[in-house]
T-cell receptor, first 114, second 114 residues
Framework: AQSVTQLDSHVSVSEGTPVLLRCNYS??????LFWYVQHPNKGLQLLLK??????LVKGINGFEAEFKKSETSFHLTKPSAHMSDAAEYFC????????????FGRGTSLIVHP | DSGVTQTPKHLITATGQRVTLRCSPR?????VYWYQQSLDQGLQFLIQ???????AKGNILERFSAQQFPDLHSELNLSSLELGDSALYFC?????????????FGPGTRLTVL
């Protein structure tokens, strides 16, 4: 069994300040973890993924995430928010053990103030 | 642009009707996934096909069915529609079936049932 919890439904930041979107997971198998972004009325775009290589993963648009097995977390960060980062962000877990069916978190809405 | 196309973009229909949503995967991708996104349920995995065969089933209702054709495009059929079926339906594709490879999402079809 696997599950994902995104700890905040909304995160509000000012432009130029750091971003932290929190994600905790549970999985019976070694997980692969993903962050996707969804802009309004658009499909989901992959930001980054962790698949048991380096625990610090760098993605597109300056985002990165760190896999912490002891904390079962995969938080998404960015040093400086841009107005264009305003969107919905989804944390996703896929685990081995027969299939890689993904489980999505409920999403975190990132609001960026000028 | 992810390379995954979905038609139609919008669909408005009445309760009790049947609709078909179409998805063309990225060139070279053999696996197709269908998802439903609604406000109350979030993003839910429905079904996966790989090279024409059903690979995995998620939270798909019996009124819903899907298939993948020899040219690898896929169709999701929704019948006896209810108001609660109103949602965004996404298709995603990936190269293989059972690995944590990246899924590429289409722009979605917004279904409104009146």
């Amino acid at each position: 069994a696997q599950s994902v919890t995104q700890l905040d439904s909304h995160v509000s930041v000012s432009e130029g300040t750091p971003v932290l979107l929190r994600c905790n997971y549970s999985s019976s198998y070694s997980p692969s973890l993903f962050w996707y972004v969804q802009h309004p009325n658009k499909g989901l775009q992959l930001l980054l993924k962790y698949t048991s290589a380096a625990t610090l993963v760098k993605g597109i648009n300056g985002f990165e995430a760190e896999f912490k097995k002891s904390e079962t977390s995969f938080h998404l960060t960015k040093p400086s928010a841009h107005m264009s980062d305003a969107a919905e962000y989804f944390c996703v877990v896929r685990a081995s053990g027969g299939s890689y069916i993904p489980t999505f978190g409920r999403g975190t809405s990132l609001i960026v103030h000028p | 642009d992810s390379g995954v196309t979905q038609t139609p973009k919008h669909l408005i229909t009445a309760t009790g009707q049947r609709v078909t949503l179409r998805c063309s995967p990225r060139s070279g991708d053999l696996s197709v996934y269908w998802y439903q996104q609604s406000l109350d349920q979030g993003l839910q995995f429905l079904i996966q096909y790989y090279n024409g065969e059903e690979r995995a089933k998620g939270n798909i209702l019996e009124r819903f069915s899907a298939q993948q054709f020899p040219d690898l495009h896929s169709e999701l059929n929704l019948s006896s529609l209810e108001l609660g079926d109103s949602a965004l339906y996404f298709c995603a594709s990936s190269v293989v079936a059972a690995s944590p490879d990246t899924q590429y999402f289409g722009p979605g079809t917004r279904l409104t049932v009146l």
